[in-house]
């Protein structure tokens, strides 16, 4: 028995020897991943793998496209209707090749690209459009445990509520012929064809969605491995929490890309997707809190805040997103204007910025941030920092040096560098004599929190659906919004945004919008606090790689240097 | 024998019963809506969430939640994944081989350069190496795990291979996958080596004392009176009993190092349960949490057993009921 045992043992202890052995062999990859560092004059080269930081998202089938991580791989695959021009914010064409109104701007008629294809051959027809649209309206009674997250993108649609409640297809979506897809809405909306360029809104192979995508003579499920109308294909199912790769689509119908594809590569961590960057095996990422100095110096800025070159990798470009604080205004003391006011005008909004943002990011005066088209700095009047006239407002307010005012909440959820930010909030407030204390819920709890009129200072942040000052109007200040936790309510606004999304006369509407921002920003119901901004970095052999305001990178005009080699 | 394991088989199920029970308690006591989590901060539609809830159960009272889920787990059947509708079942069998992968190369490690260093240091007593091994046995238990990763990955991933001009250095982070540039063991080295590190120190420290101990007993004291050689005392009659501590350290180790280890995999991006679990638990999403975790508590369970009854292999003065012997 034991003799026995003991040859065992040395057998098994030789095998793990050698195991262990092997292991330790072989610690030199067998191709190089750097890239190569001689740049050619000329225009961009064909090939290479473009390496991309991730983390792992929630879905990359547009069904349930809405984190950043999914939309970016959603948007590699699939072309929506329209897509947004990210240096003039203008509409343009994807999918459809023009599209029209009637004068209200209810009805809408596309015209798709003729001859476009899904990467598995089959052609784009304005019923696959018909189809994506409702199976993402009607999804919340079709499947309950799996419904899709996005729907609220097709509200305006005429039918949407009774596909959301009994999933019958929505009326208001119609394909005329193959390439004619009518489209009829509930309220005037001139900004539809932005909404239209969401990643969520692009068309899908019904035959693949219902039956699976075949794979290496295995059948694996759409939402593991979506086919799509876009510059890039998927090459293999997603492998989770390790990686998607894409690969140039060569039947696309629009320009083909540079790059032979994309390798998402997904970290749980981001120092570790840092490390992986310094070593050279990653070429786009973000960069972690503390280290945009250095970055900066050893990788170089790029001049517009977007595009990454060679020499100028540092991304620091504003987006299309906002930090704020909201105030609920439906109790006392913040029902007050000149409460808000003062909280508002007291808060230090470089030094937060530079304290814990490493200056990246930008003191907001506005609700609406840079980049967005009609967006102008300062037309929220008490979004500055001004002492005298925060204390000024306190007096006004009926509470003179923060006398008389009970000690206010601060709610804010934990993670990403908010208590810092509450803690500079907080000490900017005791400076005018206003004492708060802070409230601090995990993300699970805060945002239904802040959906209940428990809160009175809370933390809030959006971040654009589409590039459009509609979205930064009427998803949170039209009275009967769902994001709108300030419980602000304005009649005057209401009809205004309603006037605006009627005007389909872009300059007048853009007008329109800023004059309901101005009006909202009078009334104080926010706080605008900085704008977020971009703090990535690209590799040294990545040429054009635009990495847009709304985080979207542009893959179809990245190249790299060598092609890859 | 077999009626002792027979008994050990059937001490699972109450185990069981209170692993799962306890988790569903505990999950419905953290607060955070799952349902509600998905949509982030946007807020959505009432009537989806409720529809959701109702398909979950989740607006059941948590006593009939327990007794579907049990029935479901009778049918095999462990859920699905709130967070992203995939089922439990696929999330586990995608994550589990790779936990299973870090920990035998972690315990590898620890069984080498534990049990190796802690002989070492037994009978060199008081020398350099001694000297060196308690040394290094104190740092590492000390060292927290991901400062220790983080290190290595400086060190063998950027640094190393800018010194060599990129001919030698090692994968900073993330498993093998085709087309990798390393081979697959490369991937496992620096997260094995992290794994390892803590359990490997107090592995040697036990091997040590262990070692050190049976040296002074009297049967050693009569091998050596016998003539026998240094070496032939040392490994045909001190190890034997010295070993037994350290292979029951070593095996629950193992199991423990089975239930996956969320900071190494979550430092090196390896795909494993642990880090699984913990994002899980961070989505609220409790039918990956409890399903995956009751897996992992059977294992856990198994390898105890086995440990249990190898003993009866390793000394035979330990016997387990049954009629066995004479």
Redesign the interface.
Known sequence: ??RY?KKTAAVMLSV??V??L???A?????????GGTSSTASGPVKGGMLSFYIG?P??IDPFNA??SEGVQVTQSLFDSLTAVNPTTGKVIPAAADSWSSDASATVWTFKLHPGAKFADGEPVTAADFVYAWNRIAES??K?????S?I??HLSPVVGYDEA??KGTPMSGVKAIDDTTLQVTLQYPFADWPYVCSHPALAPVPQKLVENGVPYNGKTVPF?QMPVGNGPFKMSAPW?????IKVVRNDDYYGTKAHLDGVDF?????L???Y??F????LDFTQIPSGQVAAAKQKYGVAADGYTVDPGHGVLLGPEAAIYYLSFDMKKAPLDNLNVRKAISLAINRDAINQAVFEGTRKAAGSYVPPGIPGYEDNQFQFSHYDIAAAKQALVDAGYPGGKGLPTLELAYNSGAGHAQVMALVQSDLKAIGVNTKTYTL???????Y??TTKFQVARD?WIADYPIIDNFTNPIFNSTA??NHSHYSNPQVDAMILKARSTTDEAARIALYQQIQKMVGDDAPVAPIVYYAHNRVGANRVNNLFYDNMGLAHFDIAWLTGGGK | MFQYIGKRLLQFVPVFLGVTLFLFILTRVIPGDPVAMLSGQRVQDPQILAQMRHAYHLDLPVWQQFILYLKDIAQGNFGTSIATGRSVKDIFLEKYPYTLQLAFAAIIIEIIVGIGAGVISAVKQYSFWDVTVTLSTSLLVSLPVFWLGMMMQLFFGIWLKNWTNGQFYLPISGAWSPGAPFPPMAYLIMPAITLASVSTAYAARIQRSQLLEVRGTDYIRTARAKGLSEGSVLWRHAMKNALIPVVTFIALDLGAMMAGAILTETVFNWPGIGYQIYLSIEQRDWPVVIGTTIIVTMVYMVINLIVDISYAFLDPRIRYGGSEGR
């Open positions: 028995m034991h045992l793990i020897m195991v262990a092997a292991g330790v072989g610690c030199a990859p067998s191709t190089s991943t750097s792992e929630e879905a809405q984190e919340a009674s499947d309950a445990t799996n419904p997250q729907s609220y959301n409640s939402d492998v989770h929490n390790q990686y590569k997904i970290f749980a961590d120092d570790t997707a490390r992986e310094e070593a050279g095996s995990q993300g699970a709890q805060y945002w239904p802040l959906t942040g769902d994001n």
